[in-house]
Nanobody, 113 residues
């Protein structure tokens, strides 16, 4: 049974930090490509960061969060984290963990005021 479970969202003030965690079950995160997407209220869904190779060597970070957000992978925990720093109100969104071929977590809310 494949499952992705996100945690770590919350409400923070601008300039603050959060760490989102996505724990996978049913398969290894090192065997698939993993990504974080977000869906801001009233806006299009956006890819935020990803490991686009299974070896974890190559990552993608959206221009809107470059220099502030970092994706990391912990094979021992079978988890992929998203580190959010210098948060801005426009980062407010539901954040989703995604893996190939098309598995999605339930999402975790981030609110920046």
């Amino acid at each position: 049974h494949v499952q992705l479970v996100e945690s770590g969202g919350g409400s923070v003030q601008a300039g603050g930090s959060l760490r989102l965690s996505c724990i996978a079950s049913g398969y290894s995160v090192s065997s698939v490509c993993m990504a974080w997407f977000r869906h801001p209220p009233g806006k299009e869904r956006e890819g935020v960061a990803s490991f686009y190779t299974t070896d974890g060597q190559y990552t993608y970070t959206a221009d809107s969060v470059k220099g502030r957000f970092t994706i990391s992978r912990d094979n021992a925990k079978n988890a992929v984290d998203l580190h959010l720093n210098s948060l801005k109100p426009e980062d407010t969104a539901m954040y989703y963990c995604v893996s190939t071929p098309d598995y999605w977590g339930q999402g975790t809310q981030v609110t920046v005021s």
